[in-house]
């Protein structure tokens, strides 16, 4: 604790009164209405590529790529 005079004293925490032990209980929150809106019918798309069973686009063999998909570099 500090002197009234004591100016450059600060006050220490933790020698504010006590919080109590149990907290108080808590009124539920009234219950919201809401309405409700209709949902939007979802449509499957037609994929641009070929795909295998996973889903994954079928690997196409290219001239211009190795078989770990990275360019092939040729001398002209």
Do not use: I
């Not at 409700?36 to 449509?43: P, T």
Request: net charge negative; hydrophobic share 35%.
């Amino acid at each position: 604790m500090r002197d009234k005079k004591d100016n450059a004293t600060l006050d220490l925490p933790g020698f504010g009164p006590a919080e109590p032990m149990e907290p108080e209980p808590k009124a539920p929150p009234p219950p919201r209405l809401r309405a409700r809106r209709a949902q939007a019918r979802q449509e499957q798309l037609e994929l641009l590529e070929a795909t295998d069973a996973s889903g994954l686009p079928v690997w196409q063999r290219d001239a211009q790529l190795d078989v770990t998909g990275l360019p092939v570099w040729r001398k002209d």
